[in-house]
C-alpha cells in the first residue's frame, strides 16, 4: 500500500513501532525487519528465539497499552550512516544494518513502507538517514510518527494475527513472523472494523470454495494453480459462455494463442526487459528458448499482421480466454485471487486515430453493463498515468492519457488519477468494483498503447495507398476468471444467483415411494435447461433441507403423497423459506424468468 500520510495511515505506523517496542521487552533478543501501513492496518516482521502462539498477542497488546500509558516522544534523529550502522550493528539488528547498506547504493528502499530518497552510488560516505526513538526503542525509518504515544487510544488497536514471511519477500531469505494488526481513531470504529473482518472471514472464498466443492489448490502443484471441481467449471462455463456472447454482439472475433512463445517476442515487445521479475525462466527447445506467456497481446498482432489491412477494415476487435502466467513468490498466493497461471479475458482493438474516443467510450459501457449484470454496481474509478520506467516518448504518453480523459468525461463517470501506475507501454483506466462488504477489488482495466504497434511494426494501408500505424486498445474487462470468481464467491457468500448456480433446484421425495415422481419431476425442469438434483438418499426430509440450506441451493422442491395427488411441488426459496405448493409448469416459467433476467 502507498504511504499517502493522512493521519490514520501514520497512527497505524506508529502503532507498529509501538508493537515493536513491546516485541523488544518480551524478547530482548528479538531481531526486527519491517513494519509497514498496510490496507485496514499495519504488520511488522520479527526474527524471534521461539514461535508465537495465540495466546502472545494479548500480552502483546498490554505491553503496548503501558507503552501508550507512559506517553514516550517519538524522536526523529537524522543521522550519518556508518553511525547509523555501528548503532545497529551494536544492538545486534542485521536487518536494519542490512537495509542501511543497500541505500548506500543508491537503490530504491522501502523501509517501513517509507520510500527512500534515492540516492547515487558511492557507499555510505556522506550518506544520512534518519531513525526515530519512542522510549528504549530505536527504529530505522523516514517516518512521518504522532508526536507522542499517548495520542493512540488504548481500546483502538488490536493484534490480529501471526503468519509466517520471508525475509524481503525471498524464499532464499530467512523466513520471519509477522505480526498483523490494525488501529483506529475510535473503539466504535475498531469494533466496525472487527465485525466487517468477521464477516470477510465467514465469505472467505478459500473456504467456500471447499465446503461447496468448487476448486482446490494441490500441493503437488507448487500453490497458485487452482484446480476447478465439477461444480466449480459449471459456473466458470457460464461465465466463459456469456462473456464470448456479449462480445460477439459486440462485434469481436475470438481468437486462440499458445501458453508458450520464443523469447524473441518478449524481447520485441519490451516484458523481457520492463517485466522480468514476473516471468519464468525460460524453457529450452532445440536451440531456441520459449517463455510461458505473461500476455496474450503480441499474439493478437501476429494475427492482424497474417494479413494486409486496411483502412477500412478498422476497427477489428479481438477478444480471447487465454491463459497467462507470471511469478508470483509463495507469500502473496491467496486463494484464486492471487495465483500463478490465469485465464485473462483479454481483448485488443487495432484502430484509426479518429476511431480512438469512440472506441474507448464503447468499451466503458460495456465494461460498466458486465459488471452490473454481474452484481457490481459500486465502483471506483482511476485513470493511471505514466510511471517512471516506460518505453515510447512523452508525447505520445500525453496522447493517449488525454484519450482516455476524454472517454471517461463523456461517459460521465467520476475518476481519480492514479499518478505513475500505467503499465510501461501505456496509461490505462482501472476500475475497481466494491463489494457486498464495501472491499474494492481491481477487475477492468483498458489501456491505449501506440508503442507495441510501433515495436512491431504494426500498419495498415490508408485511403491514400500509404502504410501507417494503427492505434492499439487493450482491455480486461472481468479481469481474470480465477480472480473474478474468487471475488463473485465472497460477495455473494457462495449463494450465487439463479443463474450462475451450478446446483439449481434440489428435488425433496420424503420417503422412497415418492422418488419415481421427484425424478419425473426433474425430467420436466432439465428440458427446460434448469440445473437439477434429485435427493434420494435415506435421509430424513428435514435432514435433506439442512444440507440443500448448507450448500445454498436456490430451489428446494418437496414431494410427498399431496404433492403427487395434486401433480405440484412444494416450493422451498433460499432466503424465503416455504413458499407454498406450485404447479410444476408454473414453477418452471418463474425459474426460467429468473434465469433470463439473470437473477
Known amino acids: ?163 509466517g514471511a520471508y525475509w524481503r519477500g525471498s524464499e532464499k531469505n530467512k523466513m520471519l513472523q509477522r505480526i498483523y494488526g490494525t488501529a483506529f481513531e475510535s473503539k466504535k470504529d475498531l469494533d466496525d472494523h472487527l465485525k466487517r473482518l468477521e464477516e470477510a472471514e465467514k465469505r472467505d472464498h478459500r473456504k467456500i470454495g471447499k465446503d461447496l466443492d468448487l476448486f482446490s489448490l494441490p500441493e503437488l502443484t507448487g500453490g497458485g494453480l487452482p484446480v476447478w471441481h465439477p461444480k466449480g467449471a459449471i459456473i466458470r462455463q457460464i461465465i466463459e459462455d456469456f462473456w464470448k456472447s456479449e462480445h460477439q454482439k459486440n462485434n469481436y472475433q475470438l481468437v486462440y494463442s499458445p501458453h508458450i512463445g520464443n523469447i524473441n517476442i518478449w524481447k520485441k515487445s519490451g516484458h523481457l526487459d520492463f517485466y522480468r521479475e514476473n516471468l519464468y525462466s525460460p524453457i529450452k527447445i532445440d536451440t531456441e528458448e520459449y517463455l510461458l506467456k505473461p500476455m496474450n497481446c503480441p499474439f493478437h498482432i501476429f494475427v492482424y499482421q497474417s494479413q494486409t ?58 465494461a460498466v453493463k458486465m459488471l452490473e449484470i454481474f452484481g457490481f454496481s459500486d465502483y471506483d474509478v482511476y485513470l493511471s498515468t505514466r510511471p517512471e520506467k516506460f518505453i515510447g516518448n512523452e508525447k505520445i504518453w500525453d496522447k493517449a492519457t488525454n484519450a482516455l480523459k476524454f472517454a471517461l468525461d463523456k461517459t460521465g463517470l467520476k475518476y481519480r488519477i492514479d499518478p505513475g501506475e500505467g503499465v510501461f507501454y501505456g496509461p490505462k483506466i482501472d476500475i475497481k468494483i466494491k463489494d457486498a462488504l464495501d472491499r474494492a477489488w481491481q477487475c477492468t482495466t483498458i489501456q491505449v498503447d501506440f508503442n507495441l504497434p510501433e515495436r512491431f511494426d504494426v500498419s495498415y494501408i490508408d485511403e491514400k495507398g500509404k502504410k501507417q500505424q494503427p492505434i492499439m486498445i487493450h482491455h480486461a474487462l472481468l479481469g481474470s476468471l480465477e480472480r473474478f470468481m474468487g471475488i463473485l464467491i465472497e460477495h455473494y457468500a457462495g449463494a450465487f444467483p439463479v443463474w450462475l448456480s451450478p446446483e439449481q433446484v434440489w428435488i425433496l421425495p420424503v420417503g422412497s415411494r415418492h422418488e419415481e415422481y421427484a425424478f419425473g419431476v426433474a425430467e420436466k425442469l432439465k428440458t427446460g435447461n434448469i440445473r437439477v438434483a434429485v435427493k434420494h438418499e435415506n435421509e430424513t426430509i428435514g435432514k435433506k433441507i439442512r444440507d440443500g440450506e448448507l450448500q445454498k441451493i436456490p430451489y428446494l422442491l418437496v414431494v410427498g403423497d399431496k404433492e403427487i395427488e395434486s401433480d405440484s411441488v412444494a416450493v422451498r426459496e433460499r432466503g424465503k423459506g416455504d413458499l407454498g405448493a406450485m404447479e410444476i409448469e408454473e414453477f418452471v416459467e418463474k425459474i426460467k424468468e429468473e434465469i433470463k433476467d439473470k437473477k
Open 1 to 163: 500500500m502507498e504511504n499517502k500520510n493522512n493521519k490514520l495511515d501514520i497512527l497505524r505506523h506508529s502503532t507498529a513501532h509501538i508493537l515493536a517496542a513491546a516485541v523488544l521487552e518480551m524478547f530482548p533478543e528479538a531481531e526486527f525487519g519491517i513494519g509497514p501501513t498496510i490496507e485496514d492496518g499495519f504488520y511488522y516482521d520479527f526474527d524471534l528465539p521461539r514461535t508465537l502462539i495465540p495466546e502472545d498477542l494479548p500480552l502483546l497488546e498490554e505491553k503496548m497499552r503501558a507503552i501508550i500509558k507512559r506517553n514516550f516522544p517519538f524522536e526523529r534523529q537524522e543521522i550519518d550512516a556508518k553511525k547509523a550502522i555501528k548503532l545497529f550493528e551494536k544492538a545486534k539488528q542485521p536487518y536494519k544494518v542490512e537495509l542501511i547498506k543497500e541505500l548506500s547504493t543508491g537503490q530504491e528502499l522501502r523501509s517501513d513502507n517509507n520510500p527512500s530518497t534515492p540516492l547515487s552510488k558511492g557507499g555510505t560516505e556522506g550518506l544520512k538517514v534518519s531513525i526515530y526513538k519512542t522510549g528504549g526503542f530505536v527504529d530505522l525509518c523516514r517516518g512521518p510518527h504522532i508526536d507522542l504515544t499517548g495520542e493512540i487510544k488504548s481500546d483502538a488497536f488490536r493484534l490480529l494475527k501471526i503468519a
Open 309 to 366: 489491412r486496411s483502412y477500412k477494415d478498422l476497427p477489428i476487435r479481438y477478444a480471447e480466454l487465454g491463459t497467462v502466467y507470471r511469478y508470483e513468490r509463495s507469500g502473496v498466493l491467496h486463494g484464486l485471487t492471487r495465483v500463478r497461471g490465469f485465464t485473462q479475458d483479454d481483448a485488443h482493438i487495432f484502430c484509426l486515430p479518429e476511431q480512438l474516443s469512440d472506441e474507448l467510450v464503447k468499451i466503458i459501457e460495456f
